[in-house]
């Protein structure tokens, strides 16, 4: 029962220390291994520190409102092993929409912001 619990809660967890690490030490460079990458944020370094900056606050957003709905989720599902598993996937899950909300709306400010 307890790996379930660890796995429901460290999804989120990780993503949130990605987002304070990401928030406290930004990539300081256009690189193709650490930060967020895409080609409209790398088009030059101010959309770079842009995309950075503004992603890292909405991974932190999200990673805890994930957490909080995923401690919600363990209540509801209470002890049952199977629904327990599920948790899991619920996890997951919110992590992975999490992201792609992340993108859409990083993409959206960096449209906004430096293509008016």
Known sequence: ?????????IFPLVFLITGYLLKKFPPKNINSYAGYRTQRSKKNIETWNEANKYS???LIYFSLLSEVLT???LFILGKSYILE???V????SLMIISLVIIVILTENHLKNTFEK
Do not use: P
């Not at 029962?1 to 809660?9: D, E, R, T």
């Open 1 to 9: 029962m307890y790996k379930y619990i660890f796995l429901n809660l």
């Open 56 to 58: 890292a606050r909405l």
């Open 71 to 73: 401690i919600i989720s």
């Open 85 to 87: 598993g599920a948790g």
């Open 89 to 92: 996937f619920i996890s997951m």
